[in-house]
């Protein structure tokens, strides 16, 4: 994966330089700086994670020959790394898909409307939080 872009350059080539060189000397957490050298960082922002269909209609078919091979009726909780076996993708990929919103996190039915603002019970993903993501991300396709 290629590395974000960045682009340096110095503050003084800013148009407004007189104006925010004045704003940072009246800082007094600035004294002793060198604002007069100072440089701006501009950093390319991070590209959110798309995940290839082919890889989600293969996610969904391993898990569903998962779900039939072992007989699960019942929703069963899944570690990451056993996501990662079934769903045969990487462990890594298992992350991107959590934070992309493609694997959801169930809420399990024990937990009570006085805790249900405070983020209390931890993360568990079931088979069945897992297939109905990937069922609603498949038919999109």
Not at 92 to 116: C, M, N, Q, R
Request: proline share 6%; net charge positive.
């Amino acid at each position: 994966m290629a590395r974000p872009r960045k682009y340096t350059f110095p503050l003084s080539d800013l148009r407004g330089f007189e104006d925010v060189r004045l704003e940072l000397k009246s800082n007094p957490e600035l004294d002793g700086l060198d604002i007069e050298n100072a440089v701006i960082t501009l950093k390319q922002r991070k590209q959110s994670y798309t995940a290839q269909p082919e890889n989600l209609k293969r996610a969904l078919v391993s898990l569903e020959r998962y779900i039939s091979r072992n007989g699960i009726t019942e929703p069963v909780e899944l570690s990451k790394r056993e996501m990662s076996d079934i769903l045969c993708i990487s462990r890594p990929t298992v992350d991107k898909w959590i934070d992309a919103k493609i694997i959801k996190a169930e809420i399990p039915e024990t937990a009570s409307d006085k805790f249900s603002s405070i983020q209390y019970y931890p993360h568990i993903f079931t088979t069945r939080s897992i297939l109905q993501g990937l069922k609603k991300l498949v038919d999109k396709l």
